[in-house]
């Protein structure tokens, strides 16, 4: 059984820095593409960033690029998310992902590319 698990998050002011994990269990990590997603209140789901199996490449959405770097540590079957310059819009809950099969990696984030889903992790930017 495949197992998500997201922690990290928390309370920071408009301008703080915070760094999300997410371990996995149950499936190979290191064969499989991972991402991060966040979904505020009221607001559809949205695709914040990817990575390959080795970490060779990655992908962000606009609205995070240059702001937020993603990571994995392959041996610690870890994904990281960077989080800089928060500002109030990035106030969701965070979710990890991993891509429904091995070795599949597409230059976007869109749900449909990954089977297994954490519970989330809230992070709320606010003075």
């Known amino acids: 059984q495949v197992q998500v698990v997201e922690s990290g998050g928390g309370l920071v002011q408009p301008g703080g820095s915070l760094r999300l994990s997410c371990t996995v269990s149950g499936l190979t990590f290191d064969d499989y593409a991972m991402g991060w997603f966040r979904q505020a209140p009221g607001k559809e789901r949205e695709g914040v960033s990817s990575i390959t199996w080795s970490g060779g490449n990655t992908y962000y959405a606009d609205s995070v690029k240059g702001r937020f770097t993603i990571s994995r540590d392959n041996a610690k079957r870890t994904l990281y998310l960077q989080m800089n310059s928060l500002n109030p819009e990035d106030t969701a809950m965070y979710y990890c992902?991993?891509?429904?099969?091995?070795?599949?990696?597409?230059?976007?984030?869109?749900?449909?590319?990954?089977?297994?889903w954490g519970q989330g992790t809230q992070v709320t930017v606010s003075s």
């Open positions: 992902a991993a891509a429904k099969t091995g070795g599949t990696w597409y230059r976007r984030v869109i749900s449909a590319d990954f089977g297994y």
